[in-house]
């Protein structure tokens, strides 16, 4: 049906009343179209609506408002205009054709739309999702969820009379809360073009998101000059997603790398990955292919399983970017192993290879069952009888007998391995027992003990056996003193001291016997204020030591003594060493000082206004697309460098620390400086820091500056040295690095589009 507005409401009646009964006929019977308008006219020849000046027509979810709306009743087709100002309507009363729905706006110079297909055309029409713009001189509507713009542009710059950069793009294909594929894209800054794609994958939504890898560039010895990380990444569903990625290197060819990762959320997870390489000839010269996976086929059975296969060892140390050479692997592994637990036992198969040619190899198999300790006589349950629980069992439970606290377990596997001499089959049995006991209710200690035994055959030594076992005891009690001060706030000081002592004897090989010391204490105080009150430590002192029985010479070890100042803002940390022997001829002596260290540290942080806007760049949020994470905040790109320094919680922070230590070898000589280090770390927005000087900034305004320095006191020399800035512009930001010493001595400058960081102007260079 038809619902419009009352007649005397309106400042020009209808042409014909009542309205014709075809009007509700067109639409469906439960559904309402809702109109008003300066002047509303019916033509029944055309069966049209038309409403003039200030036209507003509802229909479900859709609001159209214009100068000018035709409804035709029959085709279900509305006409949205802008009429031209000799028709005689007031401009405010000219509205400007608008679509509105709950998904977004669209606004043009004439549009068409269907109730009946929800489809339509927009002329010089332009709509906004998210913080980007987009604007055509044709926009068609295909459903609630696609459209497609011809001729058109995309910026996120919100000053249409001057945009800092866009995106000129042939076609347009928008599908709302997930992406944007253009076609033929120019990228236009300050009015110029600067670089052409034949297409381009703008993502809508947030979180994972398809779109291009930023690549990176530069020069090597072996490589040649090279172009890395060239590629894309396709953010498929929430359950999978695939990179693609290429290198291009002067002295080596093409590296294809491609990596596909699946999850779903407490079932399974992994990933199947590699890289092929080629010369510029299309000769292939080496490949690799990694795969990992988890899987829970039952809540008490999982398997898990990874696989390395190559060409050869050494291309895959070829391919590995970044990493520190010494720790590069030695051979190619692949593993399977099947989990299975039940009541707390479990039960594990593993398969295991590893080649360091890349040739199969025989792989290490075992099976291993693991018992957890339990109670060797478990406290009675209280019984039920005729489904009731006996109420006239006693309700004491915490009180147990002693015997009743013995724990036992057990573990035992059996393994199949090769090694470089032949092979080797073992079955090891383990057995594991522990107590904990209170005798007076202060005094603590418990007894513990394994042993176990080890049955192998080896080739050529045949059959053998092993034993081994470690017994030991541990006690500890825990005295308290309580001083009564009174003074002022400070009501109470609590002293809480904690000695223990534990004795450990390993054997028959590898024979051990040994005791050690410890004696804790933590100084407690306790205020009260206005009828609060207020628990908080004050210093914490742990003492330790140790003999070894077994020992010829120098069978007491070091006093070790540790301090500790805990404080919110305050850490005060240091440590003494102290020797129990003479120099040379290690005999016995009263102790004395051989190092000590303070370290030092100051946090700070100005309390955030609510002006102060979030410290977040484009790439502060970045996550790489390798690791393991799903479905949380991140892009595609994985950014060269670690600029968190954005992420500050206030307007500025101070942190400042110092270490210092001191030893010597004899007890009659003076003491050297070993370390004494001094570092800061300052980030603050200049704005704010004028400010607190009263001071008028519009050139600092949106500056934040982190500067980094750590000193070598001994040495005088400066470790690191490092100022970041960081500002925005508008749609765009800049950042920029100094290192005036150290390892990266350099500069690294970048400015980017903020919502699109792909798009960059970046420049390095380093002393490396």
């Not at 497609?148 to 009379?161: A, K, L, N, Q, V």
């Not at 102060?612 to 479905?631: D, I, L, M, P, R």
């Amino acid at each position: 049906m038809v619902a419009g507005p009352d007649v005397s409401a309106q400042t020009s009646p209808p042409a014909a009343t009542p309205l014709p009964d075809t009007l509700s006929a067109a639409v469906e019977e439960e559904e309402t179209v809702f109109y008003t308008s300066d002047r509303i006219t019916y033509d029944i020849g055309d069966s049209t609506l038309v409403l003039t000046g200030n036209a507003v027509l509802k229909y479900d979810n859709i609001t159209l408002k214009a100068g000018e709306v035709r409804f035709n009743t029959l085709t279900e087709m509305l006409t949205a205009d802008r009429l031209p100002d000799s028709v005689g309507v007031a401009p405010e009363a000219n509205l400007e054709p608008t679509l509105e729905d709950s998904e977004g706006t669209l606004v043009g110079a004439r549009m068409q739309y269907s109730l009946k297909t929800r489809r339509g055309r927009i002329l010089d029409g332009r709509t906004q999702y998210e913080e980007g713009f987009f604007e055509g001189r044709q926009l068609r509507i295909e459903n609630e969820n696609s459209l497609h713009i011809h001729i058109g542009s995309y910026t996120t710059c919100d000053r249409p009379e001057h945009r800092h950069y866009w995106l000129k793009v042939g076609k347009a294909k928008i599908l709302r809360d997930d992406k944007a594929i253009l076609k033929n894209v120019t990228a236009y800054v300050y009015g110029v073009p600067v670089f052409y794609l034949p297409f381009y994958i703008l993502p809508l939504k947030r979180g994972r998101h398809s779109g291009f890898t930023v690549p990176t560039y530069g020069s090597g010895v072996t490589e040649g000059t090279y172009i890395r990380n060239l590629g894309c990444y396709w953010a498929a569903s929430d359950y999978w997603d695939l990179r693609l990625t290429g290198d291009v290197e002067s002295a080596r060819g093409f590296l294809l790398k491609p990596y596909l990762r699946y999850a779903k959320a407490g079932r399974t997870n992994g990933s199947v990955g590699g890289s092929y390489q080629s010369s510029f000839g299309l000769k292939p010269t080496g490949w690799d292919i990694a795969a990992n996976h988890w899987q829970e086929l039952r809540p008490d059975l999982k398997v898990r399983g990874q696989a390395q296969f190559a060409s050869r060892l050494s291309f895959v140390h070829g391919t590995t970017r970044g990493n520190d050479p010494t720790r590069l692997q030695s051979s190619l592994r692949s593993s399977f192993s099947l989990d299975k637990n039940w009541d707390q036992k479990s039960l594990n198969l593993s398969v295991s290879e590893s080649s360091p040619t890349g040739k199969p190899v025989r792989p290490t198999t075992s099976l291993s069952f693991r018992l957890p300790s339990r109670p060797l006589f478990a406290p009675p349950q209280r019984r039920r009888t005729g489904g009731m629980p006996d109420f006239g069992a006693s309700r004491n439970t915490d009180k147990r007998l002693w015997y009743q606290s013995i724990l036992l377990g057990y573990n035992g596997s059996l393994r199949d391995q090769k090694q470089s001499t032949g092979t080797r089959q073992d079955i090891v049995n383990q057995f594991n027992g522990s107590s904990q006991q209170t005798a007076g209710g202060w005094f603590h200690f418990g007894p513990q003990g394994s042993y176990s035994e080890t049955w192998f055959r080896q080739t050529g030594k045949g059959f053998d056996r092993q034993n081994a076992y470690n017994v030991g005891v541990q006690a500890n009690t825990t005295l308290y003193g309580l001083f009564r001060t009174r003074i002022g706030r400070l009501q109470d000081v609590r002293h809480v001291m904690t000695p223990s002592v534990s004795f450990s004897q390993a054997g028959p090989r590898n024979a051990s016997r040994s005791a050690s010391f410890g004696l804790s204490n933590i100084l407690q105080a306790r205020t009260e204020h206005e009828d609060k009150t207020q628990k908080f430590d004050l210093l914490f002192v742990n003492l330790s030591s140790a003999y070894n029985f077994k020992a010829k010479t120098r069978p007491w070890s070091d006093i070790n003594a540790s301090v500790r100042v805990p404080a919110n803002k305050v850490n005060v940390d240091g440590n003494l060493t102290y020797d129990l022997y003479r120099p040379v001829v290690q005999t016995f002596r009263r102790p004395w000082l051989k190092t000590a260290s303070l370290n030092t540290s100051i946090n700070l942080t100005g309390e955030r206004s609510a002006s102060t806007e979030t410290f977040a760049g484009a790439f502060s949020s970045a996550q790489n697309v390798g690791s393991t994470g799903f479905g949380g905040s991140g892009s595609y790109g994985s950014d060269r460098f670690d600029e968190n320094f954005d992420r500050i919680k206030g307007p500025w922070s101070v942190s400042l620390s110092h270490r210092y230590s001191v030893g010597r070898v004899k007890p009659d000589t003076s003491f050297s400086t070993s370390s004494h280090v001094v570092s800061a770390l300052n980030r603050f927005d200049l704005d704010s820091l004028t400010g607190l000087f009263g001071l008028s900034n519009p050139v600092t305004a949106k500056w934040r500056v982190e500067h980094a320095f750590n000193y070598d006191v001994r040495r005088k020399t400066i470790v690191s040295h490092s100022f970041n800035f960081h500002r925005s512009l508008h749609c765009w930001e800049l950042y920029f690095r100094w290192t005036p010493t150290g390892f990266n001595k350099g500069i690294y400058f970048r400015i980017n589009i903020i919502a699109i960081p792909e798009i960059k102007i970046e420049q390095q260079r380093s002393s490396n």
